[in-house]
T-cell receptor, first 115, second 113 residues
Framework: AQSVTQLGSHVSVSEGALVLLRCNYS??????LFWYVQYPNQGLQLLLK??????LVKGINGFEAEFKKSETSFHLTKPSAHMSDAAEYFC?????????????FGTGTRLLVSP | EADIYQTPRYLVIGTGKKITLECSQT?????MYWYQQDPGMELHLIHY???????EKGDLSSESTVSRIRTEHFPLTLESARPSHTSQYLC????????????FGQGTRLTVV
């Protein structure tokens, strides 16, 4: 069975500081990996995804993530935080070679950005 | 911008009432999903559909039921609401295989009193 662990339910950074949100997965074979963002009272929006092309994936809003098979990790980073980045971030996995998008989510990390 | 819509956005209802949460998408996606999200918790898949007349139960057991009579419409029904059903319900849709993006609606926050 697949699972996702997100370390830290809350991460606080100052505006302009580096953002690092951690995600580790458990799967018998490398899965597809996703990062979604959820703003208050909104649905989820895809930030980026890893589907076995380049291991360093660039997404929207200046975010990127690196797939590291040896560490079973897919951490999300952004060089310089902006106030508008404050939101809930979810890491998710999906099994390969299935005919549909059955996502298994982590518990989420709330990013707080202070001036 | 995703074209997937959920109504109502917020619903407060009494115990024992029957409710239907609506979800519609205009993207022509064949696959649709319902996730349940409790505060501070991960999202759990409760129902999904491959296409018209196809419905399956997800990983989290739910007393709700779904139907898929039209491609664009995937309503979720609770025959008799209970306080334990209080949660946020998110609808999503996708096309193709498991490496594609799932598009999410804004969610329905349900409170059963």
């Amino acid at each position: 069975a697949q699972s996702v662990t997100q370390l830290g339910s809350h991460v606080s950074v100052s505006e302009g500081a580096l953002v690092l949100l951690r995600c580790n997965y458990s799967s018998s074979v490398p899965p597809y990996l996703f990062w979604y963002v959820q703003y208050p009272n909104q649905g989820l929006q895809l930030l980026l995804k890893y589907t076995s092309a380049a291991t360093l994936v660039k997404g929207i809003n200046g975010f990127e993530a690196e797939f590291k098979k040896s560490e079973t990790s897919f951490h999300l980073t952004k060089p310089s935080a902006h106030m508008s980045d404050a939101a809930e971030y979810f890491c998710a996995v999906s099994a390969r070679n299935t005919g549909f998008q059955k996502l298994v989510f982590g518990t989420g990390t709330r990013l707080l950005v202070s001036p | 911008e995703a074209d997937i819509y959920q109504t109502p956005r917020y619903l407060v209802i009494g115990t024992g009432k029957k409710i239907t949460l609506e979800c519609s998408q205009t993207m022509g996606h064949d696959k649709m999903y319902w996730y349940q999200q409790d505060p501070g918790m991960e999202l759990h898949l409760i129902h999904y559909s491959y296409g018209v007349n196809s419905t399956e139960k997800g990983d989290l057991s739910s007393e709700s039921t779904v139907s898929r009579i039209r491609t664009e419409h995937f309503p979720l029904t609770l025959e008799s609401a209970r306080p334990s059903h209080t949660s946020q319900y998110l609808c999503a849709s996708s096309q193709g295989h498991s490496n594609t993006e799932a598009f999410f609606g804004q969610g329905t926050r349900l409170t059963v009193v």
